[in-house]
């Protein structure tokens, strides 16, 4: 029985909530599906800037962290939105920390994996309407107002306005009293539920699983023929 | 009686080999009464003479039993309780009977529809060197650890009911080169040389076997090993529907005394779950003597701390020292007693606060009364092992946590700071096991164990996915991992081999950052 640890530095809460939970499930199937020997794996550790380290550089206080917490992970995944450019957001924001944690021969570059959504997580969060649908308790044909091809999310500007509107849809209908944003426990929510095949059709998600692929492979945890 | 008949007891007495019979003729005169009264000296076996013959040479038309109740054990068995028999304390239904949810609940879900059948179970302890046994006999361990392990199936009997079985029993020593425990905490010299025994044996004191049955077929059979008394041959039993353990019916110290020492430990450890609407009522001067689960008799067991303890210098004894701890604890809290109202035959207890008022303990809060519960327990000179309890932190001002939290390592054995003073008047182990959500009660952990006092070990739970692709299965689970709290071992390189085994500083840190909103330490 081996272990895996999973950690994640993600930009802001809302990604860490719901890449957290993805990122767990997409693991756990490919342990189950593909893996040598039985394994048990954590929950996602949240990573976040150590307290003193606020005025570092974005690498350095990745970097911070994840040493901090080295006992805890097997896999580090890296966040940052593309945004534009999802090549500058890698080399801007992912191979600087990649760099510091590997040049001194204590991590292997394959322990580190980069997630990077197209625009932003947003993106992810509405490849599957049906989860969607679920989460915010909306009728089951209610039309979302998607694009028809999931992987044309990646060229919506701006996901987030589209997921706010989304749940503006259950919010109208809910009682005047309730202030509660459902932006606030939808992430985690969608996370648990979105089916993974969905965000298969998404390229950054793929290009997000063969690096994985590979590290788990690289790691011992995968049969390396796995188809 | 929960034998039907004599017969049925006799039966259940042979199968054990502890009853004998005789078949050649023996002589009701003289001869007969001899045989009986050296049995009597050797503790030795019930007989039947088959074929008893009269003072004349005739034989007798009824076979004669002698020596039935010639050791307290056998009296023990044959009396009941509840109208079960006492081969055993419990069976394993009553003893699952106060846990949470149903019986066959308690076995793990591995994926829906596929429940495990069975749980295994595992202890190591460190036993009292010197126990006592319900008849006042005293016997003298010399070997203190030992481990116990079980494994609980169930299974549907013959008639289709789901019942619980003991598939596995076993308990064997510890020996020395084996024993981690001593090397992962800190132990003073003195403690090690009273407590910890080790006897170079390596034979187990109870085990499980697989043999032959009459019919030739394998059958599993518990074996009790010899242990210090000769002569006797080592009992067996059948171990394919043993509904209560092997453990459980070793109720005196004679024969198998480690085994009856694991026993006495094990029946010791206690959960308190306390209902603050029984522990404010008034409580009966004929209460249980120990403070039961949901404290319902905690004035009763405070009068008899205080009638125990009491000395001419300190009329209140120990009941003196609680009521000091409490008023550290809580705020305005003064003093404390018991009082007996003799016409109604109840104890109960009073509160007095810092602006002179008397507070019956109707009016106290729960929080207090679960302060006062813990503080009962662990100063009672009666308390032995382990204690359990839940959430320390409810009820009490988060600034005060950390002196109780002290003020519980202070009452609890501490193998670290065990002095020669501490053997003169021998007091039994005791360890508190609790459970908290507070980062408090770390932080108040931590600091003890950086100022090296405190032996107290902690532990994160955190529920994992497991994840076997042989057989195509993926479960929850619940994961253990020790806390590395030790200063300097911060800055420990990680070491591939605890990966996962240890929590982090970081995860720690995190813990203790909970009470900070996120945006000023992120």
């Not at chain 2, 019919?215 to 009790?224: P, Q, V």
Request: net charge neutral; hydrophobic share 40%; with cysteine.
């Amino acid at each position: 029985m081996s272990y895996l640890g999973l950690a994640l530095f993600a930009e802001g809460l809302t990604d860490h909530r719901f890449l957290g939970s993805v990122l767990n499930r997409l693991c756990t199937e490919l342990c189950h599906s593909h893996g040598r020997t039985p394994v048990d794996i954590g929950e996602v550790l949240e990573l976040h800037t150590l307290p003193g380290f606020e005025e570092q550089s974005r690498a350095e206080r990745i970097s911070a962290a994840a040493r901090r917490a080295a006992t805890a992970w097997h896999i580090l995944f890296i966040h940052a939105d593309a945004d534009a450019d999802a090549k500058a957001a890698r080399e801007e924001r992912i191979k600087p920390a990649m760099n510091r944690l590997t040049a001194t021969g204590e991590f292997s570059s394959d322990r580190i994996v980069a997630v990077i959504p197209v625009k932003m997580t947003e993106a992810w969060m509405l490849a599957d309407p049906d989860a969607l649908r679920k989460a915010l308790h909306l009728a089951e044909n209610l039309d979302l107002e998607l694009p028809a091809r999931t992987r044309e999310l990646e060229r919506l500007t701006d996901p987030k306005t589209q997921l706010q509107q989304i749940t503006r849809l259950s919010s109208t209908r809910k009682r005047q009293r309730r202030r509660r944003d459902p932006l606030k426990s939808l992430p985690r929510q969608l996370g648990d539920s979105i089916s993974l095949d969905c965000l298969r059709r998404l390229p950054a998600f793929q290009t997000m699983e063969r690096e994985l692929r590979q590290s788990l492979t690289q790691l011992g945890y995968l049969h390396p023929d796995a188809p | 009686m929960a034998y039907k008949s004599l017969r049925e007891f006799m039966t259940l007495l042979e199968n054990e080999a502890d009853l004998k019979r005789v078949a050649r003729p023996v002589s009701t005169h003289l001869e007969m009464t001899e045989i009986q009264t050296r049995l009597l000296h050797q503790k030795g076996p019930a007989v039947l003479f088959e074929n008893p013959v009269h003072e004349d040479g005739r034989p007798s038309e009824m076979p004669a039993l002698v020596n039935l109740f010639g050791t307290v054990e056998r009296v023990a068995r044959a009396v009941t309780l509840g109208g079960e028999p006492r081969k055993t304390a419990t069976d394993l239904r009553e003893a699952v009977k106060g846990i949470r949810g149903e019986v066959d609940e308690l076995f793990r879900f591995a994926a829906p529809g596929r429940q495990s059948r069975e749980i295994h179970f595992a202890v190591e302890v460190l036993l009292d060197p010197v126990v006592r046994d319900p008849w006042g006999n005293e016997v003298e361990l010399i070997h203190t650890r030992i481990r116990y392990d079980l494994t609980i199936r169930r299974q549907q009997d013959e008639r289709g009911i789901e019942r619980l079985f003991v598939s596995r029993e076993e308990a064997r020593p510890i020996p020395r080169t084996e024993d981690s425990w001593p090397k992962r905490n800190r132990v003073s010299g003195v403690f090690r040389k009273h407590h910890l025994r080790y006897f170079s044996r390596r034979s187990k004191y109870l085990s499980t076997d697989t043999g032959k049955d009459d019919r030739g077929n394998d059958r599993a059979f518990f074996s009790l090993h010899q242990d210090g008394v000769q002569g006797k041959r080592s009992p067996t039993l059948p171990a394919h529907e043993a509904q209560a353990t092997v453990l459980s019916s070793i109720t005196t110290s004679d024969r198998f005394k480690h085994l009856f020492a694991l026993r006495q430990e094990m029946l010791s450890w206690r959960m308190l779950q306390l209902d603050p609407a029984a522990l404010r009522r008034p409580s009966p001067v004929v209460a249980p003597e120990l403070l039961e689960s949901d404290g319902a008799n905690l004035a009763t067991v405070l009068a008899r701390i205080k009638a125990e303890t009491a000395e001419p210098a300190q009329p209140r004894g120990r009941v003196g020292d609680i009521a000091e701890e409490l008023a550290n604890l809580i705020p305005g809290v003064m003093d404390l007693d018991v009082l007996e109202d003799r016409n109604a035959r109840e104890y109960r207890i009073e509160l007095k606060t810092r602006d002179g008022v008397t507070l019956p303990s109707r009016v106290i809060s729960d929080g207090t009364l679960r302060v006062l519960s813990l503080l009962t327990v662990l100063n009672d000179p009666q308390h032995r092992g382990v204690l359990c309890f839940e959430e320390p932190e409810n009820g009490i001002h988060p600034t005060r946590l950390r002196s109780f939290i002290d003020c519980l390592a202070d009452l609890i054995t501490d193998p670290a700071r065990f002095e020669e003073a501490d053997t003169e008047s021998p007091e039994a182990l005791s360890q508190l096991l609790l459970n908290s959500h507070s980062p408090v009660v770390l932080a108040a952990l931590r600091q003890q164990i950086r100022q090296g006092d405190g032996a107290a070990l902690v532990v994160f739970a955190d529920v994992i996915t497991a994840v076997d692709p042989e057989n195509r299965t993926t479960s929850r689970k619940t994961r253990m991992r020790p806390v590395m709290l030790e200063a300097g071992q911060d800055s420990m390189l990680p070491d591939k081999n605890t990966r996962g085994e240890v929590v982090s500083d970081y995860e720690v840190q995190g813990y203790l950052n909970t009470v900070v909103d996120p945006a000023e330490w992120a």
